[in-house]
C-alpha cells in the first residue's frame, strides 16, 4: 500500500492490519517534495519521521519512501519490490491504479474505511478540520498606504499574498495574527465558502467596531490579505477601504513567487513597544512607497528576479523612512526597546535622525543581509520584531542549507 500518513492516526493503523491480513506488508511513503507538489502544502512530519512511525507499527514488514512523484509516485518502488497485491482504500483507489495493476500483474484489492471496533471513525481531513486552517498574509510591498494618514499624501496599492497555514502562525510577528484571531471568533477551522472581497469586508467591519475604545483602525490590507486568496494588489486614496482591487491567479506566477520567498523567524515585537513614534510622513515619502509598490507589482507579473528584489528592498526601504520605529521601536517609557543592555531616551524628541547604538533587530538583519542567495528583505507588517521575509535565489535550496528558513505556500483559490 501506498500514502502520506503525515496526520498518522488509528483508521492508518487499522487500515495497516486488515491488509496485513493478505501477506507480508510494505508501506509506501509519500516524499516531502510529492506532497508539496501535489499538495501544494508543507508536511507536519518530515519524510523520516513518517517513515520511522510507519516502520515501528508491528504490521507493516517494511516501508519505504517512494521515489516517484503525483499520485502514482508508488510506481518505481512497487517495480522494485514485485508485490503480489495493491491495497488501496474505497476512498484512495482509481482506474490508474487498476491499470497499472493489471499491466503488471498485481491483484488489486480495494478495503472499505472500518474503524476499530469502539473506536471513532478516522480521516486525515477530518482531523486537519478540527485545526484551524484559517490563511494569513505575507505584504510584500506598500505596507502603511492602507492608512489614510499616508495615502492622503498620495494614492498607492498594497501588495498581498495570502498564505496557508503550513508553519506556526506565531502572534505579534507582523503576519496579521490580529485579524486572524477576530476571524477565529466568527469562523474557528476555516474561512467560508463566498466571494472573497465581500468576505474581506465583512472582516475588516467586524475587526474595526466603531465602539473599539483605543480609537485604532486596523489597515484594510490585513483583511484582504487573509480572505482574498492568490497575489493580490489594492489601491488606496485617502480612505479605509481600497478604491479598487486587482488579483492573479496565474499558476506560474505564483509558484515563482513560492520559489523566491523565504521567512526567517525573528524575536516577536516586545509588548508596549511603539513602531509609530517619531513617523516622518510627507509626500515625498508617500510616493517613494507608491512607486516601490508599482515597480513590485510590474516585475512579479514579468518574473523578472533582480526587478523584483531591488522593488522589494526599495519598498521596505521607503517604510523605515517614514517609520524608523519599524526597525527601531520605542517602548512605552520613551526607550529604544531592542538593546536594554544600551537604552537611549528619547521621550520628547523627534526620533529622526537618532541613531541607536545597536539592537537585535538591525543585527539579525545586518547578518541575514549577507547570507548567499538573500537577495533582498522586509519585515512583514508594521515590524518591530517577527520574521524577516526575504527574496532568495532559490527557496528549496536556502531552507536546506538553513533550518531555520521556512518556505511559504500561497493559498490557490478553492483552497
Excluded at 210 to 232: F, K, M, T, Y
Excluded at 310 to 334: D, I, L
Excluded at 378 to 392: E, F, Q, R, S
Aim: hydrophobic letters at 35%.
Amino acid at each position: 500500500m501506498s500514502g502520506c500518513y503525515d496526520l498518522l492516526h488509528s483508521g492508518h493503523v487499522e487500515f495497516f492490519r486488515q491488509a496485513a491480513e493478505y501477506g507480508d506488508l510494505y508501506v509506501g511513503i509519500g516524499s516531502d517534495a510529492t506532497i508539496q507538489e501535489y499538495k501544494h502544502h508543507k508536511t507536519v512530519y518530515s519524510e523520516q519521521e513518517r517513515l520511522f512511525m510507519v516502520k515501528s507499527i508491528r504490521y507493516v514488514k517494511d516501508a519505504f519512501i517512494n521515489a516517484g512523484s503525483g499520485i502514482m509516485d508508488f510506481v518505481p518502488t512497487v517495480e522494485a519490490l514485485k508485490p503480489d497485491i495493491l491495497v488501496v482504500n474505497s476512498d484512495g483507489g482509481n482506474d490508474d491504479k487498476r491499470r497499472f495493476c493489471e499491466e503488471h500483474g498485481i491483484e488489486y484489492v480495494v478495503l472499505e474505511r472500518v474503524p476499530q471496533p469502539g473506536l471513532t471513525a478516522r480521516s486525515s481531513t477530518d482531523l486537519k478540520k478540527t485545526e484551524s486552517r484559517i490563511p494569513t498574509r505575507l505584504d510584500l510591498a506598500g505596507t502603511w498606504i492602507d492608512q489614510p494618514y499616508v495615502s492622503q499624501y498620495a494614492p498607492g496599492w498594497a501588495l498581498t499574498i495570502s498564505l496557508e497555514p503550513t508553519f506556526e502562525i506565531r502572534e505579534r510577528c507582523g503576519l496579521s495574527t490580529s485579524t486572524r484571531n477576530m476571524i477565529k471568533k466568527i469562523w474557528p477551522y476555516q474561512l467560508p465558502n463566498m466571494e472573497p472581497e465581500t468576505l474581506a469586508k465583512l472582516v475588516f467591519c467586524f475587526e474595526n467596531d466603531p465602539e473599539r475604545s483605543d480609537g485604532i483602525i486596523s489597515g484594510a490590507q490585513d483583511a484582504i490579505g487573509v480572505c482574498v486568496p492568490g497575489l493580490c494588489r489594492h489601491y488606496y486614496n485617502n480612505r479605509f477601504w481600497p478604491e479598487k482591487i486587482e488579483t492573479c491567479y496565474d499558476e506560474g506566477i505564483l509558484s515563482w513567487l513560492e520559489n523566491h520567498l523565504a521567512m526567517i523567524p525573528m524575536e516577536p515585537r516586545m509588548p508596549g513597544c511603539s513602531v509609530v513614534e517619531g513617523k516622518v510622513i510627507d509626500e515625498p515619502h508617500v510616493r517613494a512607497l507608491a512607486k516601490a509598490a508599482d515597480d513590485c507589482w510590474k516585475a512579479i507579473l514579468a518574473r523578472d528576479l533582480s526587478s523584483f528584489a531591488a522593488a522589494y528592498q526599495a519598498s521596505f526601504e521607503a517604510q523605515v523612512a517614514m517609520f524608523p520605529g519599524m526597525v527601531r521601536p520605542v517602548n512605552g517609557e520613551g526607550f529604544r526597546v531592542q538593546d536594554e543592555s544600551r537604552r537611549t531616551k528619547v521621550k520628547g524628541l523627534k526620533t529622526k535622525g537618532i541613531q541607536d547604538s545597536g539592537g537585535a533587530i538591525q543585527e539579525m538583519i545586518d547578518r541575514w543581509a549577507k547570507v548567499p542567495g538573500v537577495l533582498a528583505y522586509k519585515m512583514p507588517g508594521a515590524g518591530g520584531g517577527g520574521y524577516l521575509a526575504c527574496v532568495v535565489s532559490d527557496s528549496d535550496s536556502f531552507c536546506k542549507e538553513h533550518a531555520e528558513a521556512i518556505r511559504l505556500t500561497i493559498r490557490r483559490p478553492g483552497m
